[in-house]
């Protein structure tokens, strides 16, 4: 790949996350967020964004990041995704559209631990990243337990970040 390659790919990428980062800003403010927890919240997806081109880079398939990320959430909550979708009692939409700043950061910190484990390492294919992804969760589970101690209560919770979902907005609207 010549240089001028390389910058063409690096500017198609740049003005797609940036697209993707207007988008998401617009959605959140329309559904009601405070600029605070929008600002982390597109911070995570970047971060996350950086995770996975790690994990696309060394060998990962696409069908298994849902596995790693369920080895971060262990180690960092103590419940897969899906057990803690139930748990807040969401079916459809999006977990970390329903999560605290607490939550959102230990998330944060679970994934770019991990892609820091990852990159140190220079882990390759499903069980090294595995293994960096559980180390990542731990130190995240880790801190998030001795914040809890600090604070006196738990950062996990079955409260819904905002009071309506987006279900029960919609439902309210096609009353209207």
């Known amino acids: ?33 405070s600029q605070e927890w929008i600002e982390k919240r597109l911070r995570g997806i ?13 060998e ?25 979708k139930k748990y807040k009692q969401i079916k459809k939409e999006n977990l ?12 944060m910190l679970g994934e770019k631990v991990t892609t820091e484990i990852t990159k140190k390492e220079n882990a390759k294919g499903f069980f090294q990243c595995k293994s960096a992804s559980q ?19 738990s950062v996990a919770t079955s409260e819904n970040f905002l009071a309506e979902s987006e279900s029960q907005k919609r439902l309210k609207l096609k009353k209207q």
């Open 135 to 153: 180390r990542g969760g731990r130190i995240a589970g880790n801190a998030r337990r001795e914040t809890e101690k600090e604070i006196g209560s």
């Open 46 to 58: 970047a971060v996350r964004q950086e995770l996975t081109n790690e994990w696309e880079q060394r």
């Open 96 to 107: 970390r559209d329903h999560m605290a700043d607490l939550k959102l950061i230990f998330t």
């Open 60 to 84: 990962v398939h696409n069908k298994d990041y849902g596995i790693l990320t369920n080895e971060i959430a262990k180690a960092t909550f103590g419940k897969t995704v899906e057990q803690y």
């Open 1 to 33: 790949m010549n240089n001028l390659q390389i910058c063409s790919n690096f500017w198609q990428i740049t003005l797609k996350n940036n697209y993707k980062t207007g988008f998401f800003k617009v959605l959140y403010e329309q559904k009601g967020y």
